[in-house]
């Protein structure tokens, strides 16, 4: 089955103590993203790779670091979290005609800092 | 600046009644079209898309969309509702621009639908 694994899909954290989320996809698919989900806000990007070894920021970056080591997986690090990153987590992921294809998104890791 | 405005943040409406959920997007350009939607504790999933060609969408689960270039407006339709909608829908744009592409969500509407 074509998915976006994300992982874990819950976490409570605090304040300074590292963590990542991983994301994995089994599409071959070259374009990953990361996004955060707020009420009121909608989806904001983080990050985004369009390939192996090759990131650049979204539009809400700061205090986050990504890498794109191998293809399928994307992970998401926060170095020191702070509680305005508490937050629902979103990895998606899309093939090489991606501006028609539209994303795949994985199931979200809801995130606390305390 | 372009930008994605759903102008209903939430919608309620009575099981087997009709629904719209509005859409209008700002751009210069030609402009890509989506919307997804998230059910309860789940990631945002493919509804249906506008890429050229006929205006008239059709997705899954009996959901339609109309895009109006003049209106620049891509409202999602339901003629009638089932409980099993209940859910935030999002409605997003992708274009090209400078070698890359930029795609944006608006801020979702969520549906409630009632017994």
């Known amino acids: 089955e074509a998915q976006v694994t994300q992982n874990p899909r819950y976490l409570i954290t605090v304040t300074g103590k590292k963590l990542t989320v991983t994301c994995s996809q089994n599409?071959?698919?070259?374009?990953m993203s990361w996004y955060r989900q707020d009420p009121g806000l909608g989806l904001r990007q983080i990050y985004y790779?369009?390939?192996?070894?090759?990131?650049d920021k979204g539009d809400v970056p700061e205090g986050y670091k990504v890498s794109r080591k191998e293809k399928r997986n994307f992970p998401l690090i926060l170095e020191s979290p702070s509680p305005n990153q508490t937050s629902l987590y979103f990895c998606?992921?899309?093939?090489?005609?991606?501006?028609?294809?539209?994303?795949?998104f994985g199931s979200g890791t809801r995130l606390t800092v305390v | 600046a372009q930008s994605v405005t759903q102008l209903d943040s939430q919608v309620p409406v009575f099981e087997e009644a009709p629904v719209e959920l509005r859409c209008n997007y700002s751009?210069?350009?030609?402009?890509?079209l989506f919307w997804y939607v998230q059910y309860p504790n789940q990631g945002l999933q493919l509804l249906l898309k506008?890429?050229?060609?006929?205006?008239l969408v059709k997705g899954i689960n009996g959901f339609e969309a109309e895009f109006n270039k003049s209106q620049t407006s891509f409202h999602l339709r339901k003629p009638s509702v089932h409980i099993s909608d209940t859910a935030e829908y999002f409605c997003?744009?992708?274009?090209?621009?400078?070698?890359?592409?930029?795609?944006?969500f608006g801020t979702g509407t969520r549906l409630k639908v009632l017994a």
């Open positions: 998606a992921s899309s093939g090489r005609d991606r501006l028609g294809n539209g994303y795949t």
């Open positions: 599409m071959n698919h070259e374009y």
């Open positions: 790779s369009m390939n192996v070894e090759v990131t």
């Open positions: 751009s210069s350009v030609s402009v890509y």
């Open positions: 506008y890429l050229s060609g006929s205006t």
């Open positions: 997003a744009v992708s274009k090209a621009t400078s070698g890359t592409y930029k795609y944006i």
